[in-house]
């Protein structure tokens, strides 16, 4: 005898028990590098200033940025941010940026997906042709040009802070090795590593990322523990090596180098990195490699390219900085409302790496 099945209606909608916590996120990505954009449900963070939402966000609510980054919600490589009210009542909004170590300083990768979330969201009124953001990050304001063409984001640009070199052509060794590197500002510091000046035994490929990992992490470490130039002149809390950037040559004629970023706890960045763009405009303007009204197409691990030039310079506390214009492009991949179950032993995100 042929069964029959009584096709019955299927539930679609979840309603959550009200003790569970619901937050609601815009997932995009620029360039391959993830961005969770935190747009409701995440509790009101006090302040005066992004500074003080990031502290008092690492004091009281770390937790959920370990939910919604770390796994199951996430992964290892997950990038998140938070938007805050701006400094003042020049800026459009704050925002903070959240990763699996902590908090950075500065994210060229979130700012152009932001701008472009901005002007798809109409949080702004948008014009055809620039529409400028000021967006209030923790190293400082940053402004965003977000270009509209027939009503859509063809591409973002950002004049970032001040950037500027501590040092050129320092030396340390790792695993008894030494290793030549620069040092620079672009909003977060980092230890730049010339592929061509350093015998490794791997390249920037996707086959090499392990290696990466391990060397861009043991680089960090060792600068840290042997380098004291790591200050930022005006804040404390902008100092600390937030990651080691690998820089080699491209494939393509077209490219002019290829970057790779290891940073955070030893997260391989997607994209060619916005903070370490900035912090390579200055490197190649002390060394006399790049000058006004020239631009440099740098290539990440996955192929995705950001376009680097310089706006002005200036004087920076002790440094000559330039500020430095990092070009890009940002989509949006999904849209999600996360749910954390305040009995779940799992609530707090947990990572295997």
Request: proline share 4%; with cysteine.
């Amino acid at each position: 005898m042929r069964k029959t099945y009584q096709k019955v209606k299927t539930e679609t909608d979840f309603n959550p028990p009200k003790d569970w916590i619901q937050v609601k996120t815009i997932d995009m990505h620029t360039g391959g590098e993830p961005l969770r954009v935190i747009v409701s449900g995440f509790p009101a963070l006090k302040g005066t200033s992004v500074l003080d939402y990031r502290r008092y966000c690492k004091e009281h609510y770390d937790h959920l940025r370990t939910a919604l980054l770390f796994e199951p919600r996430g992964h290892a490589d997950m990038y998140g941010c938070i938007l805050v009210p701006p400094n003042d009542e020049d800026g459009d909004f704050g925002i903070l940026f959240l990763h699996n170590e902590g908090y950075s300083t500065m994210c060229g990768h979130a700012i152009i997906a932001v701008a472009t979330l901005a002007v798809e969201m109409r949080w702004i009124e948008v014009f055809e042709g620039d529409n400028t953001l000021k967006i209030d990050a923790p190293c400082g304001r940053i402004t965003a040009y977000a270009h509209v063409k027939q009503g859509k984001v063809s591409g973002v640009r950002f004049h970032c802070v001040p950037s500027f070199v501590v040092a050129l052509d320092r030396k340390v060794e790792v695993d008894g090795v030494e290793i030549s590197y620069d040092l620079a500002y672009g909003g977060a510091f980092y230890a730049y590593v010339d592929m061509q000046k350093n015998a490794f035994d791997f390249d920037l490929s996707t086959d090499s990322y392990r290696e990466l990992i391990q060397k861009g992490m043991a680089i960090k470490h060792a600068v840290i523990a042997n380098s004291s130039e790591v200050v930022h002149p005006f804040e404390e809390d902008l100092s600390f090596l937030y990651g080691t950037i690998f820089i080699g040559e491209s494939d393509k004629t077209e490219i002019s180098s290829k970057n790779v970023c290891i940073f955070a706890e030893g997260e391989v960045d997607r994209c060619p990195t916005g903070s370490g763009v900035s912090g390579r405009m200055a490197i190649h303007r002390a060394r006399k490699e790049i000058d006004f009204g020239e631009t440099m197409r740098i290539e990440s691990i996955t192929g995705s390219v950001f376009r680097g030039s310089l706006v002005t310079e200036q004087k920076y506390g002790p440094y000559d900085a330039v500020i430095p214009q990092v070009e890009g492009t940002a989509h949006i991949t999904g849209v999600h409302t996360f749910c954390i179950d305040p009995k779940d032993p799992m609530a707090n995100g947990f990572l295997l790496k």
